[in-house]
């Protein structure tokens, strides 16, 4: 298999495997962005349970940046580094009134001025929120994944995301970020992968290799 057909042949089989979903939950880019913050370090799952009750009571940017912290830290507590959040998300609602009359804005030019968002904060906010394929979120499990399939040795998620974007079709980046995430949850765990019948078993130069 050529250098150019192996990543090519990734993206087909993960498609195959993984449905393109993002599990956290959400109605609207500004939820979504919420809840990415929250996701830190923390489980989707766990996110899911806090924010259902979180976006009954905040529903614009106003009420996040008029919110009192010491409240709010008690609201999502659960989700862990809790006081960072608070300020990360606080901060976010406050320049997004600020900047963008409180409207979350769909370019990752404007998204990375706010306050609490990086690359792939804006990444998520974009791909599961806009539809809009401008970069390829990269988290832990993605940087993971694409290191043991040897789609790039970087360790630095901007340059991570730099070798992946030069590898797969844009209008797979999307896709291919939540899909990769979801293997990496599921079956390419850090400790113990579970490389026997894995659909990528034969493409992976590090398969059975760990644990």
């Known amino acids: 298999m050529t250098l150019e057909s192996r990543p090519q042949e990734i993206v087909k089989r993960l498609s195959e495997a993984y449905p393109a979903r993002i599990e956290l939950e959400f109605g609207n880019p500004l939820e979504l962005a919420v809840a990415t913050i929250l996701s830190a370090q923390c489980t989707d799952r766990r996110v899911n349970e806090v924010t259902r009750r979180l976006f009954k009571k905040y529903r614009t940017a ?3 940046a008029e919110a009192d912290p010491e409240e709010f830290q008690e609201e999502i ?3 862990g580094f809790f006081r960072n959040k608070t300020r990360s998300v606080l901060s976010f609602a406050q320049s997004l009134v600020d900047q963008y009359a409180g409207v979350v804005p769909e370019s990752m030019d ?6 609490g968002v990086g690359r ?3 990444n998520v906010i974009l791909g599961s929120g806009f539809g809009k394929n401008e970069g390829i979120a990269v988290d832990t499990h993605v940087k993971r994944v694409a290191g043991r399939l040897g789609l790039t040795d970087e360790s630095d998620p901007i340059k991570v995301e730099r070798d992946l974007m030069s590898l797969i079709p ?3 980046w999307t ?3 939540l899909r990769m995430i ?3 949850r599921y079956r390419c765990s850090a400790r113990k992968p579970e490389c026997d019948g894995c659909p990528l078993e034969d493409l992976c130069p590090t398969a059975h290799t760990h644990g």
């Open 62 to 64: 106003k009420d996040y």
């Open 110 to 115: 404007e998204l990375v001025r706010l306050a």
């Open 182 to 184: 979801q293997h990496g």
């Open 175 to 177: 896709g291919f970020s």
């Open 120 to 122: 792939k904060t804006a």
């Open 170 to 172: 844009r209008e797979e």
């Open 77 to 79: 507590r659960s989700t």
